[in-house]
């Protein structure tokens, strides 16, 4: 039979791995769970009612509780329990592993382990399960001692080895191993997270740099100890991290021996502690504060159980009316108190155990200097069966309750006498408010309207209820909410004790009222605003009055007259406007101190005061005199002036009113030089009025109708200066049109009053017409003698005649002439055989019957200026034809010629040009025999800009290559040159189907 392998059990969870940690009821409060832990060293505690597990409380539960609640006195542990508890109740089969696993996968420190009938037996937490790692090698020195097989042994240590690395790695604790003297040879994964340190910087006694300075010899001392007592090393220290960090650690060490019990070095583990600790100093801190908090009262805190012991005095003062602590802790209420006393205390006592409720009751004791003193006491149940009382002192209150009432007395007598103080003078309010002359409210701090008078109502048409419903906004005028506001605030705010402003109301019509606005706030006794108190005064008439008084200013601001006011004793200028200060020159502080004096120089203070005078002796209303002004540049011009005496608050004052007349000097200067224009004008000139009737005649009109300069003009008409015969004429035609505002131009008679004789006239009569209406307001006339005209038309027209009739002589004999030489070359040609030459005569022939023709033209047109020259070119061309035999039907002639007319040096010129393109299109363009019909057109047009266009074409042979115009020796083509530039026009010369000649020349 084998023996029984002793690594079997080693790895099942036994009694030996559970530790057994306090337990504790659901009211138990978490400051007592935190001593009882401290006191019994223990990580958690159960809860338990009735021996039946209800749950787990650890560290870290507690630390998050109180990070979140404050008050730990009054937490109870229930408040803490973590709602991830694991409870074992089969263990047998468990193995380490597994545990490790639940603690690994939940984040677990501790898991509980529980009876069948769910009673606590204990707990399974990490620092449980080193107890196995630690002896896990000295196990393996005596699997090597009892088996002497090595496949097993090795089998063995190799699952003891994996199960230990496992254990090791996934361990929620740091691990360490060193050698004898302390030098460290292993740490696992967790201890380098908690240190901050890697493998290799722990290793020998490096761990020792990471070690707080403060704990380090502290450390060094304990170690040393426990290496010279052989006890396992247990101390609390800190790490600090690279970055800074505190790490509080639980530091646990016990020797590793060897097979033969020698000492080879040390095993041990660090647990993270920093949440505890800090748990504790926040307790600390927070006991501390509050028992320096109940140390300050002023009030006896007692303690009692559940019998109504004194267990715990605490007071700040003097113990009344007890002598010392001595005197009460450990007795009962009926052993200190009076037993009237003592039964109201127990009762209390009761009470507060039975209803968990605050229990109040006040009794009076005679201490120990024989004074009778009131106290008062406050009875509350704290939940573990105790009950705390605080008696506090209340002698004073009760001596300040009695002056109080006293007081309270006299104050009611005094507010009687305030209350018809008040009542009377509400009523003096009231009548005021209602009989008051102008509008007055009372407004709420939301600006509604609490109260308003009769007045107000009348001012604004709103009955009372009406008006009691609306703000003061809903009321002003649009464009002053804004200002209306502002003030307002400021009331409000304290900022402005009162505050006036003008502004405009609405009526319930519609109507704008103005009013002057006056406010003030009215405070309550503590001080704060209640309400502000408004009057309200119509200022409707005075704003009329005022925009008035600003529009009679502004006009005379405005005005174009120079306006000012001036003192009646020192005659200095008070007011001046705009007009007066541009028309000067001056500034306004300038003219303020100067007088009249100043700027019309040609008076003196004696005619000033002699022009006044009948001004202040109210003999006239009215100043009025015209005189000259100086600028502030030296210059002068004309004014007409005017003063008037104003009284203003019993002051005597001077208004003067300018005007400035330099337009009328010029226009009376004007008219002057008018009329004597007019007066000695040599023309008839006359006015009537609209009935015709004469109101002014000058000196020549007089003149030429023989009419008396002293006859009175005004009885005469215009008519009556007409021949009989064209006074029928004057009614109809030309007194119908000029009432028609008409003017009327023409020639007419008049009569010589004294001779009757006839006056050949040339009238010009119109009507004069008011410039805005276009009224007529008179006729006149001007009127000019032709009898001088007349008779040198006659003669000019006879001597006129007479030189037409030379003229046409004139012309008809060069006509004459001219065909008298052209009648030699027809008779000289009959004698000469040479064809070039008899070309030549034939030439010259031609162009002497091109002029002959103008001036047989002249001669028989009725005007001798202009020739008409479409008739010439039809006339010239149809002669040339002649000339040259042309046969009709074998040359075409066309005509595009326009309606013109050209003067005599022109026709001249331009009929010699004609003639010579012509007689070259005719002789040189359609060589003989010809085998198609020819074609020559001629174009005469008007041209933009006064320019004539003179075109001849022909459909011939053209012009013949490199022709130059200004070296041929051709007489024609030279002769046209010369006179293109006679008529300084522009010749072209080119191909287009035959010859083209286009001549633009001015028309003169």
Same mark, same amino acid.
Request: glycine share 4%.
């Given at each position: 039979?084998?023996?029984?392998?002793?690594?079997?059990?080693?790895?099942?969870?036994?009694?030996?791995?559970?530790?057994?940690?306090?337990?504790?009821?659901?009211?138990?409060?978490?400051?007592?769970?935190?001593?009882?832990?401290?006191?019994?060293?223990?990580?958690?505690?159960?809860?338990?009612?009735?021996?039946?597990?209800?749950?787990?409380?650890?560290?870290?539960?507690?630390?998050?509780?109180?990070?979140?609640?404050?008050?730990?006195?009054?937490?109870?542990?229930?408040?803490?329990?973590?709602?991830?508890?694991?409870?074992?109740?089969?263990?047998?089969?468990?193995?380490?592993?597994?545990?490790?696993?639940?603690?690994?996968?939940?984040?677990?420190?501790?898991?509980?382990?529980?009876?069948?009938?769910?009673?606590?037996?204990?707990?399974?937490?990490?620092?449980?399960?080193?107890?196995?790692?630690?002896?896990?090698?000295?196990?393996?020195?005596?699997?090597?001692?009892?088996?002497?097989?090595?496949?097993?042994?090795?089998?063995?240590?190799?699952?003891?080895?994996?199960?230990?690395?496992?254990?090791?790695?996934?361990?929620?604790?740091?691990?360490?191993?060193?050698?004898?003297?302390?030098?460290?040879?292993?740490?696992?994964?967790?201890?380098?997270?908690?240190?901050?340190?890697?493998?290799?910087?722990?290793?020998?006694?490096?761990?020792?740099?990471?070690?707080?300075?403060?704990?380090?010899?502290?450390?060094?001392?304990?170690?040393?100890?426990?290496?010279?007592?052989?006890?396992?090393?247990?101390?609390?220290? /800190?790490?600090?991290?690279?970055?800074?960090?505190?790490?509080?650690?639980?530091?646990?060490?016990?020797?590793?021996?060897?097979?033969?019990?020698?000492?080879?070095?040390?095993?041990?583990?660090?647990?993270?502690?920093?949440?505890?600790?800090?748990?504790?100093?926040?307790?600390?801190?927070?006991?501390?504060? !509050?028992?320096?908090?109940?140390?300050?009262?002023?009030?006896?805190?007692?303690?009692?159980?559940?019998?109504?012991?004194?267990?715990?005095?605490?007071?700040?003062?003097?113990?009344?009316?007890?002598?010392?602590?001595?005197?009460?802790?450990?007795?009962?209420?009926?052993?200190?108190?009076?037993?009237?006393?003592?039964?109201?205390?127990?009762?209390?006592?009761?009470?507060?155990?039975?209803? !968990?409720?605050?229990?109040?009751?006040?009794?009076?004791?005679?201490?120990?200097?024989?004074?009778?003193?009131?106290?008062?006491?406050?009875?509350?149940?704290?939940?573990?069966?105790?009950?705390?009382?605080?008696?506090?002192?209340?002698?004073?209150?009760?001596?300040?309750?009695?002056?109080?009432?006293?007081?309270?007395?006299? %104050?009611?007598?005094?507010?009687?006498?305030?209350?018809?103080?008040?009542?009377?003078?509400?009523?003096?309010?009231?009548?005021?408010?209602?009989?008051?002359?102008?509008?007055?409210?009372?407004?709420?701090?939301?600006?509604?309207?609490?109260?308003?008078?009769?007045?107000?109502?009348?001012?604004?048409?709103?009955?009372?209820?009406?008006?009691?419903?609306?703000?003061?906004?809903?009321?002003?005028?649009?464009?002053?909410?804004?200002?209306?506001?502002?003030?307002?605030?400021?009331?409000?705010?304290?900022?402005?004790?009162?505050?006036?402003?003008?502004?405009?109301?609405?009526?319930?019509?519609?109507?704008?009222?103005?009013?002057?606005?006056?406010?003030?706030?009215?405070?309550?006794?503590?001080?704060?605003?209640?309400?502000?108190?408004?009057?309200?005064?119509?200022?409707?008439?005075?704003?009329?009055?005022?925009?008035?008084?600003?529009?009679?200013?502004?006009?005379?601001?405005?005005?174009?007259?120079?306006?000012?006011?001036?003192?009646?004793?020192?005659?200095?200028?008070?007011?001046?406007?705009?007009?007066?200060?541009?028309?000067?020159?001056?500034?306004?502080?300038?003219?303020?101190?100067?007088?009249?004096?100043?700027?019309?120089?040609?008076?003196?203070?004696?005619?000033?005061?002699?022009?006044?005078?009948?001004?202040?002796?109210?003999?006239?209303?009215?100043?009025?005199?015209?005189?000259?002004?100086?600028?502030?540049?030296?210059?002068?011009?004309?004014?007409?002036?005017?003063?008037?005496?104003?009284?203003?608050?019993?002051?005597?004052?001077? %208004?003067?009113?300018?005007?400035?007349?330099?337009?009328?000097?010029?226009?009376?200067?004007?008219?002057?030089?008018?009329?004597?224009?007019?007066?000695?004008?040599?023309?008839?000139?006359? $006015?009537?009025?609209?009935?015709?009737? $004469? #109101?002014?005649?000058?000196?020549?009109?007089?003149?030429?109708?023989?009419?008396?300069?002293?006859?009175? %003009? #005004?009885?005469?008409?215009?008519?009556?200066?007409?021949?009989?015969?064209?006074?029928?004429?004057?009614?109809?035609?030309?007194?119908?049109?000029?009432?028609?505002?008409?003017?009327?131009?023409?020639?007419?008679?008049?009569?010589?009053?004294?001779?009757?004789?006839?006056?050949?006239?040339?009238?010009?009569?119109?009507?004069?017409?008011?410039?805005?209406?276009?009224?007529?307001?008179?006729?006149?006339?001007?009127?000019?003698?032709?009898?001088? /005209?007349?008779?040198?038309?006659?003669?000019?027209?006879?001597?006129?005649?007479?030189?037409?009739?030379?003229?046409?002589?004139?012309?008809?004999?060069?006509?004459?002439?001219?065909?008298?030489?052209?009648?030699?070359?027809?008779?000289?040609?009959?004698?000469?055989?040479?064809?070039?030459?008899?070309?030549?005569?034939?030439?010259?022939?031609? /162009?002497?019957?091109?002029?002959?023709?103008?001036?047989?033209?002249?001669?028989?047109?009725? +005007?001798?200026?202009?020739?008409?020259?479409?008739?010439?070119?039809?006339?010239?061309?149809?002669?040339?034809?002649?000339?040259?035999?042309?046969?009709?039907?074998?040359?075409?002639?066309?005509?595009?010629?326009?309606?013109?007319?050209? +003067?005599?040096?022109?026709?001249?010129?331009?009929?010699?040009?004609?003639?010579?393109?012509?007689? +070259?299109?005719?002789?040189?363009?359609?060589?003989?025999?010809?085998?198609?019909?020819?074609?020559?057109?001629?174009?005469?047009?008007?041209?933009?800009?006064?320019?004539?266009?003179?075109?001849?074409?022909?459909?011939?042979?053209?012009?013949?290559?490199?022709?130059?115009?200004?070296?041929?020796?051709?007489?024609?083509?030279?002769?046209?040159?010369?006179?293109?530039?006679?008529?300084?026009?522009?010749?072209? $010369?080119?191909?287009?189907?035959?010859?083209?000649?286009?001549?633009?020349?001015?028309?003169?």
């Amino acid at each position: 039979m084998q023996p029984q392998n002793p690594l079997k059990n080693l790895f099942w969870l036994t009694q030996v791995l559970l530790i057994y940690p306090p337990t504790v009821t659901p009211e138990t409060p978490i400051t007592e769970v935190i001593k009882l832990m401290h006191q019994e060293g223990s990580s958690c505690v159960f809860v338990s009612q009735k021996e039946q597990f209800i749950g787990l409380v650890s560290e870290r539960d507690i630390i998050r509780c109180l990070a979140t609640k404050s008050n730990p006195q009054k937490i109870p542990v229930t408040s803490a329990l973590n709602k991830k508890v694991i409870a074992l109740k089969d263990i047998t089969q468990l193995k380490i592993d597994q545990v490790i696993h639940l603690l690994l996968e939940y984040h677990l420190s501790h898991i509980a382990v529980l009876k069948p009938n769910n009673q606590p037996l204990g707990v399974l937490t990490a620092e449980s399960l080193l107890t196995v790692i630690l002896g896990l090698q000295h196990q393996v020195t005596q699997l090597e001692a009892q088996h002497q097989e090595r496949g097993r042994i090795a089998a063995a240590l190799r699952d003891v080895e994996e199960r230990y690395a496992t254990l090791v790695s996934a361990a929620p604790v740091g691990i360490f191993r060193t050698d004898v003297e302390g030098h460290c040879l292993y740490v696992n994964e967790r201890w380098c997270q908690i240190t901050g340190l890697s493998r290799t910087e722990a290793m020998g006694m490096g761990w020792l740099i990471r070690v707080h300075s403060d704990d380090r010899e502290r450390i060094t001392r304990q170690w040393y100890r426990s290496t010279q007592t052989h006890l396992p090393f247990r101390s609390e220290y /800190r790490f600090q991290h690279k970055d800074g960090t505190l790490i509080w650690v639980l530091g646990e060490a016990v020797e590793e021996r060897s097979n033969d019990g020698k000492l080879i070095g040390y095993i041990g583990t660090v647990t993270d502690i920093s949440d505890r600790i800090q748990a504790e100093e926040a307790l600390a801190k927070s006991e501390a504060t !509050n028992r320096a908090l109940l140390h300050a009262l002023p009030d006896m805190l007692l303690r009692h159980n559940r019998q109504g012991t004194y267990i715990d005095l605490i007071s700040s003062g003097e113990l009344k009316p007890f002598a010392s602590p001595k005197e009460l802790i450990g007795k009962l209420p009926e052993e200190v108190l009076p037993s009237k006393v003592a039964k109201i205390a127990n009762q209390a006592i009761q009470d507060a155990l039975r209803t !968990n409720e605050l229990q109040t009751y006040e009794y009076q004791l005679q201490g120990t200097d024989h004074h009778w003193c009131d106290y008062e006491a406050r009875v509350v149940s704290t939940g573990n069966g105790e009950v705390l009382s605080i008696v506090r002192d209340i002698s004073d209150r009760k001596a300040a309750e009695a002056a109080l009432q006293q007081l309270n007395a006299q %104050l009611e007598a005094r507010v009687e006498q305030r209350t018809l103080a008040l009542t009377e003078s509400e009523e003096r309010f009231r009548k005021i408010f209602e009989e008051s002359p102008i509008g007055m409210a009372l407004v709420g701090l939301d600006y509604h309207f609490l109260k308003v008078n009769t007045v107000l109502c009348q001012m604004l048409g709103y009955s009372e209820s009406e008006l009691l419903e609306l703000t003061f906004a809903e009321i002003t005028h649009p464009e002053d909410i804004d200002n209306s506001f502002d003030p307002a605030t400021q009331i409000f705010e304290e900022t402005h004790t009162r505050s006036q402003v003008e502004k405009r109301y609405l009526k319930k019509n519609g109507e704008i009222v103005w009013v002057n606005l006056t406010s003030c706030i009215i405070h309550q006794a503590n001080g704060q605003p209640l309400y502000t108190l408004s009057l309200i005064e119509d200022i409707s008439e005075k704003k009329k009055a005022e925009e008035e008084r600003m529009r009679f200013l502004n006009v005379i601001e405005a005005s174009l007259n120079e306006i000012h006011i001036f003192d009646a004793q020192t005659f200095k200028f008070q007011y001046i406007n705009q007009r007066t200060l541009y028309n000067l020159g001056y500034t306004r502080e300038q003219m303020k101190q100067m007088t009249p004096l100043d700027i019309k120089t040609e008076l003196n203070r004696q005619q000033l005061v002699d022009l006044l005078s009948p001004l202040v002796e109210k003999k006239q209303e009215e100043v009025v005199f015209q005189t000259f002004q100086r600028r502030a540049n030296g210059n002068y011009y004309p004014v007409e002036v005017h003063w008037q005496l104003i009284e203003q608050q019993g002051e005597h004052l001077f %208004l003067s009113v300018i005007l400035d007349i330099s337009d009328r000097y010029t226009a009376q200067a004007e008219r002057q030089k008018l009329v004597a224009l007019v007066e000695n004008s040599t023309d008839f000139i006359a $006015m009537t009025t609209v009935e015709g009737r $004469m #109101t002014y005649l000058n000196k020549a009109g007089r003149k030429l109708v023989g009419f008396d300069e002293k006859g009175d %003009l #005004t009885k005469k008409f215009l008519e009556d200066f007409y021949l009989g015969y064209d006074c029928s004429f004057f009614q109809q035609e030309i007194m119908s049109k000029l009432i028609r505002g008409e003017p009327w131009q023409g020639e007419s008679r008049l009569r010589h009053v004294a001779s009757g004789a006839s006056i050949a006239v040339l009238q010009s009569l119109f009507p004069i017409k008011e410039p805005q209406t276009g009224k007529i307001l008179a006729f006149a006339g001007i009127i000019r003698d032709l009898t001088e /005209r007349k008779r040198a038309e006659v003669q000019l027209k006879t001597s006129l005649e007479q030189k037409e009739l030379l003229l046409k002589e004139v012309h008809h004999r060069v006509k004459n002439n001219l065909q008298v030489i052209s009648s030699l070359f027809s008779l000289q040609s009959q004698y000469i055989q040479d064809p070039q030459i008899l070309s030549i005569l034939e030439d010259s022939q031609n /162009r002497i019957s091109s002029m002959a023709l103008i001036h047989e033209k002249l001669y028989h047109s009725e +005007n001798l200026a202009k020739i008409d020259f479409k008739d010439y070119i039809k006339t010239l061309v149809q002669y040339l034809f002649t000339s040259y035999n042309i046969n009709p039907e074998l040359i075409h002639l066309n005509f595009n010629v326009q309606d013109i007319s050209l +003067n005599l040096d022109q026709a001249i010129s331009c009929g010699l040009l004609l003639n010579e393109l012509v007689s +070259n299109s005719l002789k040189h363009a359609f060589p003989r025999p010809m085998n198609r019909q020819g074609t020559i057109t001629i174009d005469f047009t008007p041209l933009q800009e006064q320019q004539l266009c003179l075109r001849v074409e022909d459909n011939g042979i053209g012009l013949p290559e490199g022709l130059n115009v200004k070296s041929t020796p051709s007489l024609g083509l030279r002769l046209v040159r010369a006179l293109t530039r006679q008529l300084k026009g522009k010749l072209e $010369m080119y191909n287009n189907k035959g010859a083209v000649f286009e001549l633009v020349f001015p028309q003169a």
